[in-house]
Structures are given as structure tokens and as C-alpha cells.
């Protein structure tokens, strides 16, 4: 039985695409105007991952001892 699709299941859809759009612009936008905070910005977030991880070992580690 195939599945049916309401409408605004349709426009969700439509408005995740055009939000993802307005999102990628903006950081090809920032990224052409303001290189060096772009970089910044992606050290940070890249940080943030790694401290998170970093955490998250030690947390199992200090469980297991």
C-alpha cells in the first residue's frame, strides 16, 4: 500500500529546502567577506567537538576505574 503524502508534509519539505539555501548562502557569504572570522568560526566549532570527546572518554574511563 503505497504512501500518501499530505500537502503539508509538501511544504515542510519546501521550506527545509529553502531554509537549507538561505544557510549556505549566507555562509558562502561570510565565508567571501570575512575569511578570517569564518576560519575562527569553524576552529571553535571543531574545539568544541573535540573537548566534547575528549570529555565524554574520560567520563567511560573514570566509570570503568
Known sequence: ???R???GTATV???KRIVL???VVFAAFYLITRPEDAANAVQ???DAVFNAGNSIITFFTSLAS
Open 44 to 46: 571553535g566549532a571543531v
Open 1 to 3: 500500500m503505497p504512501i
Open 21 to 23: 539555501g538561505l544557510v
Open 5 to 7: 503524502h499530505s500537502k
Open 13 to 15: 519539505k519546501w521550506v
